[in-house]
């Protein structure tokens, strides 16, 4: 999937906040409103310039346009990481986003970090899931598909699809 069709995901997220909108939806006077508007979705589309900046082999670049996120909006994103698309990052200031992979429709809130723990180990993150402000999820751990993590939870082992984890450390809530 190019660029352009994942940012076209993420604009959908704006559409209609807390639900999954249809990419066909999106128009370009609907996505430069939706940008103009939310801090977030400048970010994201910062973050997906970085992208295609790289995947196009453009030295310099990608690093350069990570910096600018950073001191723009407060967003820590790696450039390289498999992000897919309909990512919604609510509040980008203080948000660390280094994941292994990260899946599509996934919602990041506030201040969340996603990153190693103690080895060169990264995050792999499945789709439709959702990280609660102030989250942390630390280490090589996966979380599955549809799964939640509270706000303020620090999540240090695997989480399956479905499951909702809260606290610290992060623990499975029915």
Known sequence: ?????????????????????????????????LIYRHMGLRAVLAFRIGQWFKGVGVPFAPGFIQRLIYRRYGLDIVIGAKVGGGLYVAHPIGT?????????????IAAVTVGMRTEHAFPTI???????????????????????????????????????VVGIPAKPVR
């Open 1 to 33: 999937m190019g660029v352009v069709e994942l940012f076209r995901m993420d604009v959908a997220r704006w559409l209609r906040p807390g639900r999954f909108a249809e990419p066909a939806e999106v128009s370009w006077g609907r996505a430069a409103l």
């Open 96 to 108: 660390t986003l280094a994941p292994a992979r990260m899946g599509e429709n996934c919602s990041v």
């Open 126 to 164: 499945g789709d439709r899931v959702f990280l609660g402000a102030g989250a942390r999820v630390l280490g090589g751990l996966n979380l599955g598909d549809d799964s939640k993590v509270g706000a303020n939870a620090v999540v240090l082992n695997d989480v399956s699809n479905g499951v909702s």
